[in-house]
Every structure is written in structure tokens, then in C-alpha cells.
């Protein structure tokens, strides 16, 4: 492992092998016979060469599936408009990763896991309904773009891939969804690094916030449920579209291109718990009267029970705020800024008395990173937004009141405080615990993954052809 900042080769690896899996129906396959590719250059070292000019072609078999040439070309056309960062990773390596994803799929099948056919045809019903979204309804212009003669042949294809993906990601559970790491592991990896290659990790603050929230008045809640109950009364009275009103007036930016639908599954959790106990009290048919969660109001269409899951349409809407109520709380965290700035009372305190955001309220106004789980802020890795509220800040300093806005609150009013900075440094096992313990974690299922890679390929048609032969795989996939 290099002593730089947390990019470790097992790191990389570890993000490929449980990351580079592709749902993009743009990167259709199918079983085909196999054939000779014709190959004008060998694999160069840069992750893209823009003057590739070749036929497309078989690059590999493993087991039941191909890869075509042009497969990687777009596997890395898509990362890129993702926003991955490619840079010091070969196509050999990629092209390896593209591999795996079709061992894990082969494997699964072999393995008999079983499909959620369900499951899979309504992701294809809702990603058919964004991106008709996206196309103003034009479904001709749909199939032009994907090259189909008809949605049909769209839906089929895309359910292939949506299947070899959920295939890839049963199998790769399989393999690393029960490995876990003792204390003592944890301690026997970090102290196997050698004391010149620990890695080093970047400058690190411990923040908190204060957030005051605009009060909602009872007449604005009465106002979306009145309008709910109309809703909800035109439809079952007057025969109008429960879909139709969706895309007019949800406030559910995530849904609306589907005709606000979600599928429940009365095993898997997803919906807030409001939300689901409604849905699953009604009967097929039915539209609930409105009823609140923290997203604001809703009704539920229930639109079809297959057994363990249903199929519901949602229209939110979140009651609107007076310029008074937003005047009121803007005054009520400067005032409380103030009395922090004065030294009437520590910001932990204020953030105890007066803050309205219940995550950090009790922790004295400590905010968790999401992405780690712990109090620990890297600035290098910090969302830009926050970073640019708080790249000025001294320690124990006070911002100024930003305005922001989340998921549930249109407006809401924050400042914040560097409460610790940890300055750059060298991997410490007590401070940075965590960190060790899920690189740790990501050593030991690249290992186990290794080792079944190993199994499974001696097991496995494989055949690599043209210039993927002469790749340097750290897994046998040319088995020599």
C-alpha cells in the first residue's frame, strides 16, 4: 500500500469489485457463439484511447455470457459521465472488472438464485416511465434512440440486463455478505502494515449545527388537506385520473415521472413507516384520506396486491410557509447566534435549547458524517456545499446564518462551529479506528473474493480473445 492519502490498490480493487456493476440498457448483451474479433493495437495504459478504430467483436466468454468490444468502451463512456475519476486505471483492469461482473451473473444461475421477476419488471415499468419522462412521452423517439423496432423488444432487453445485474448482485452477497471483522483482526491488519506504508490521512473537522425550521401554520396543513380530499373525491366521484393529478400536482420529485408509483414489499422496508402502514391497511382499489408523515401530506392509490407486494400511486403535497413564519425563525437564530457570540451560552447548550433538528439536537448540535458513521468531517472528501459554509472557519468560531433547504424542509436556517481538528496524519489505531476497521473489512472480502474467483474460474468456460490475452490479470482468467 502506498503511504499517500488513502488510495491503496486493495481500495481501488475493493470499489471495482463491488461497484462496477452496470444496470445501463445501452450495454445490451446476448448469448452468441463465439467468434474472432479483428484487433488493430494492443491495450494501452491509458483508460480511454480515442483513436481506437476496430470491428466489434467477442472480447471474452465466461460461462453463459459475452463481452462484446464495444461493452468496455461504454462500460467507461459511462463512469465518466458519472463523474468517476478513471485516472491511474489500465482498460486491462477495467475489462477485468467487466469479467467478475459476468462470473458473479454465470455463477448465479448455476447457484439457482432465484429472480424476483416482479421486482425486475417494475424497475423496467418505472425506468420506461423516466425516461419517457425525460423524451416529453415520445415513445418513437424512445425507440429510435435505443434502436428497437418496439417496446416490446425495449422492455425485453432491458429486463435482460436489469436481471444480469441483479444476478451479479445476489451472487456478490453471497460470496461477501456475511464476512465481518473481530477487534483483533482489525489490530492484526493494521499493525501487518509496514510503518512506512500506513496510509495518511487528510485534515479532519468535527462540526456542529444549529437549524431553526419555519413553524407550519394549522390553516396551511388544512389548506393540503382540503385540497387532498378533492383530490381524492374527483376521482372516485367523477371518474378523473388518479395518475393525471399525479404529474399536475405532486410535490414528489422522485416519483412523479412514474405516475407518483412505488412498489411495497411487506418484507423489505422502504417507505417511512407512516407511509407503509397505510398502504398496507388498504384494499386493492382503494384511495386513503390524507394523513401526514415528515414529508408533508398524502393520499395513497392502491393500485394492485401481488402477495407480498404492492403496487400504490402517491400524491404529496407540503403546506406552504408565510413570509412571517419564515421572518420568525430567521430572527430566532440570530437571536440565538447572538447569546453564543456573547457568551451567554456555549453552542452546545443553544443547540440543546433551541435547535429544531432532532439528529443533532441532543448531541450538543454534533453532526455525523453519512458516509463514515462517525463525528469526522475529511475535507477532502466533504460535500462542496458544506465545505464552502465552513472553509473559513477558526476553531470555536460562529458562521454566519446560511438559508438551506432538505428533503423534508423547503427553508430551514443553520449555523454551524468547528468544535476539533485533526490536522493530517499518519493512520493512528485509537484515533482512527473506523477507518482501519473498513479497510480492514474491504482487505478481508477482497480475499475471500479472490479465493472464490479462483474456485469458480477453474470451473468456468472462459475464453479471452484478441488483445485481452496479452492483459496481466491478478486473477487466472487465462488459465495458465
Known amino acids: 500500500m502506498p503511504s499517500k492519502t488513502i488510495n491503496s490498490k486493495f481500495i481501488i480493487k475493493a470499489a471495482l469489485l463491488v461497484g462496477f456493476m452496470s444496470f445501463n440498457f445501452s450495454n445490451a448483451q446476448e448469448i452468441i457463439d463465439d467468434e474472432k474479433p479483428e484487433l ?56 477485468g472488472s467487466l469479467l467478475e461482473s459476468k462470473l458473479y451473473s454465470h455463477q448465479a444461475i448455476q447457484d439457482s438464485v432465484i429472480v424476483n421477476e416482479l421486482q425486475i419488471k417494475s424497475r423496467v415499468d418505472q425506468q420506461i416511465q423516466g425516461i419517457l419522462a425525460q423524451m416529453n412521452g415520445d415513445m418513437d423517439q424512445m425507440l429510435k434512440y435505443y434502436k428497437k423496432d418496439s417496446e416490446q423488444a425495449l422492455r425485453e432487453e432491458m429486463y435482460e440486463i436489469n436481471k444480469n445485474g441483479y444476478l451479479a448482485q445476489e451472487m456478490q452477497a453471497k460470496v461477501t455478505g456475511d464476512i465481518e471483522v ?77 405516475g407518483g408509483k412505488y412498489t411495497l414489499n411487506r418484507k423489505q422496508p422502504r417507505m417511512v413507516k407512516e407511509f407503509r402502514d397505510v398502504a398496507f391497511s388498504m384494499q386493492e382499489g382503494e384511495i386513503s384520506e ?60 443553544a443547540a440543546r435549547e433551541f435547535s429544531d433538528e432532532k439528529e443533532t439536537k441532543y448531541e450538543g448540535g454534533q453532526m455525523t458524517n453519512p458516509t463514515t458513521q462517525d463525528f469526522n468531517f475529511e475535507l477532502t472528501r466533504m460535500d462542496p456545499e458544506l465545505y464552502s459554509q465552513i472553509q473559513d472557519l477558526k476553531d470555536g468560531e460562529v458562521s454566519e446564518v446560511f438559508q438551506d433547504e432538505d428533503r423534508i424542509n423547503r427553508i430551514k436556517f443553520k449555523i454551524l462551529t468547528v468544535t476539533d481538528r485533526i490536522d493530517d496524519h499518519e493512520a493512528d489505531f485509537a484515533k482512527d479506528y473506523l477507518k482501519i476497521k473498513n479497510l480492514a473489512l474491504q482487505d478481508k472480502q477482497i480475499r475471500a473474493v479472490e479465493k472464490w474467483q479462483t474456485e469458480t474460474i477453474k470451473d468456468t468456460y472462459i475464453k479471452i480473445n484478441g488483445e485481452y490475452r496479452d492483459c496481466d490479470f491478478q486473477s487466472n482468467w487465462l488459465k495458465k
Request: contains cysteine; proline residues 4%.
Open 182 to 258: 473481530t477487534p483483533e483482526e482489525v489490530r492484526t491488519f493494521f499493525n501487518d502494515i509496514p510503518k512506512d506504508e500506513r496510509p495518511t490521512f487528510g485534515t479532519e473537522l468535527k462540526l456542529a449545527q444549529i437549524v431553526i425550521i419555519p413553524e407550519v401554520t394549522e390553516e396551511a396543513k388544512q389548506d393540503v388537506i382540503d385540497r387532498l380530499k378533492g383530490f381524492k373525491r374527483d376521482v372516485e366521484e367523477n371518474g378523473s385520473s388518479f395518475t393525471t393529478k399525479v404529474l399536475f400536482y405532486t410535490e414528489d420529485s422522485g416519483s412523479k415521472s412514474t
Open 40 to 95: 488493430l493495437e494492443k491495450p494501452k495504459d491509458s483508460v480511454v484511447n480515442k483513436t481506437r478504430i476496430k470491428a466489434d467483436g467477442v472480447a471474452a466468454v465466461v460461462g453463459d455470457f459475452i463481452l462484446l468490444e464495444s461493452d468496455l468502451d461504454r462500460e467507461i463512456a459511462q463512469l465518466e459521465a458519472q463523474g468517476a475519476d478513471l485516472k491511474g486505471l489500465t482498460r486491462c483492469e477495467l475489462f
Open 290 to 349: 390524507p394523513f401526514e408523515t415528515d414529508f408533508g401530506y398524502h393520499i395513497i392509490f392502491l393500485e394492485k396486491i401481488r402477495g407480498q407486494e404492492y403496487d400504490v400511486r402517491h400524491i404529496l403535497l407540503r403546506p406552504e410557509l408565510t413570509q412571517e413564519a419564515i421572518k420568525k425563525a430567521k430572527d430566532r437564530i440570530d437571536e440565538v447566534r447572538a447569546k453564543i457570540v456573547d457568551g451567554t451560552l456555549t453552542f452546545a447548550e
